[in-house]
């Protein structure tokens, strides 16, 4: 008779304990949704940083080959004038900056490096921990992995921000040779009234090269 008062107690034991199991698999089932939306919410931020990446650096390619492009027909010009003047004491070589062609590649090789090194490093973590998530949400058994899978939402967005500061950056590369692009203007109006150099082209390559720098900043 005591063993049969005992069944109520231990089928109400039971219960409550299905209760919390229930409860439980409830939680990890929302904390998958979760981070299943966290991980689609990341793919997207990081399918627009690189289509904001490769058309900055389409951009500032086309700038690159701009400058270029006017440093070889200024050198052409004032080769020009100095034949037609005679002046034996004008010094062209401060109105061309040398360097400027190596240190645009420089930028561009090391930028290049490094974003597709770090891009190829987020691709293979984001493939490995998507394959993960896909494996254990089925299965409640592998909820305590849920705190991995945070630490690497985490690894995400540390990257999203560092690709962040890398665009930073190379905005305020641009910046500055939007001004070397400005001091070679100045420089070249300094020579045309210094030697009555007067060529109506060259004012609209310089405007044609500083909307192509506000566009690529």
């Not at 400027?100 to 973590?125: A, P, Y």
């Not at 203007?185 to 044609?208: F, H, P, Q, T, V």
Request: overall charge positive.
């Amino acid at each position: 008779m005591s063993y049969l008062n005992k069944i109520p107690k231990q089928i109400n034991l039971f219960r409550r304990r299905l209760a919390d199991l229930e409860d439980e698999d409830r939680r990890y089932k929302a904390e998958a949704r979760r981070l299943q939306a966290e991980m689609s919410k990341l793919q997207q931020e990081l399918g627009n940083e690189r289509a904001m990446k490769a058309a900055h650096d389409s951009d500032k390619m086309a700038l690159e080959e701009e400058i270029a492009r006017l440093k070889r027909e200024y050198a052409i010009e004032l080769t020009e004038l100095r034949s037609r003047y005679k002046t034996a004491d004008l010094d062209i070589s401060q109105f061309l900056d040398k360097d400027l062609v190596n240190k645009l590649k420089q930028i561009r090789n090391d930028f290049e490096n490094e974003t597709n090194h770090q891009r190829e490093s987020i691709q293979s973590r984001y493939s490995i921990t998507v394959n993960e998530i896909t494996r254990q949400m089925p299965s409640v058994a592998n909820a305590p992995n849920n705190q991995q899978q945070l630490r690497q939402v985490e690894v995400y967005r540390a990257d999203l921000t560092d690709i962040k500061n890398k665009r930073s950056y190379m905005q305020a590369q641009n910046e500055q040779l939007k001004n070397r692009v400005d001091d070679l203007a100045l420089k070249i109006k300094s020579l045309k009234e210094s030697g009555s150099y007067s060529i109506a082209a060259a004012d609209k390559e310089i405007a044609e090269a500083k909307a192509r720098l506000a566009k690529a900043s």
